[in-house]
């Protein structure tokens, strides 16, 4: 499964946009790149998932590259309750008992 | 609201005891997921269920086991409990594993575990 690298955390201030980026350079072909927010003691939630290009829903935009080797999440004017840990993904665990990992996820503050 | 249920919210116990928690996925997924997370940690994968068999484990030790019913709901067992078990368990469930290679987890609202 594809390994993937994001910023340990980031800081923002209310009404910013916020990117976070992750990169993912050995996606497979077929892999699809899922985002997820999770707030403190609570579940991971799924936030959006794309393949290629762009993805917009009533949360998040991302972003990818032609080369798919790297995506972007941008989350449009930030609010104090968008402090949350975000996580990058991708792919799909299989068959073969090779697992998506959450990893260490990004830590993003916003500040009033 | 995910849709996949976990008992109980929270569970108080003592070192050297043995506790069951309880996951329901959601309607017609069959894959379920443990995870551990303690405070201020990531998500520790733990182990997957699908249809009633297990298919991966992570960094589960030995003293915990878990079980995926004809049902689908899949229970976890941890024995021998250590302080340091004291963590947040999570459940999630998505609708098929491999395959397509797109999956969606969905998590449960946890069982906070606290061993002393």
């Known amino acids: 499964l594809a390994k993937t690298t994001q910023p340990v955390s980031m800081d923002s201030y209310e009404g910013q946009e916020v990117n976070i980026t992750c990169s993912h350079n050995n996606i497979a072909t077929n892999d699809y790149i899922t985002w997820y927010q999770q707030f403190p003691s609570q579940g991971p939630r799924f936030i959006i998932q794309g393949y290629k290009t762009k993805v917009t829903n009533e949360v998040a935009s991302l972003f990818i590259p032609a080369d798919r080797k790297s995506s972007t999440l941008s989350l449009p004017r930030v609010s104090l309750s968008d402090t949350a840990v975000y996580y990058c993904?991708?792919?799909?665990?299989?068959?073969?008992?090779?697992?998506?990992?959450f990893g260490g996820g990004t830590r993003l503050m916003v500040k009033p | 609201d995910s849709g996949v249920t976990q008992t109980p919210k929270h569970l108080i116990t003592a070192t050297g005891q043995r506790v069951t928690l309880r996951c329901s996925p959601r309607?017609?997924?069959?894959?379920v997921y443990w995870y551990q997370q303690s405070l201020d940690q990531g998500l520790q994968f733990l182990i997957h269920?699908?249809?009633?068999?297990?298919?991966a484990k992570g960094n589960i030790l030995e003293r915990f086991s878990a079980q995926q019913f004809p049902d689908l709901h899949s229970e976890l067992n941890l024995s021998s409990l250590e302080l340091g078990d004291s963590a947040l368990y999570f459940c999630a469930s998505s609708l098929r594993t491999g395959g397509d290679r797109k999956e969606t987890q969905y998590f449960g609202p946890g069982t906070r575990l606290l061993v002393l």
């Open positions: 993904l991708v792919g799909a665990s299989n068959n073969a008992g090779n697992m998506l990992t």
């Open positions: 269920y699908y249809n009633g068999e297990e298919r």
């Open positions: 309607s017609g997924d069959l894959s």
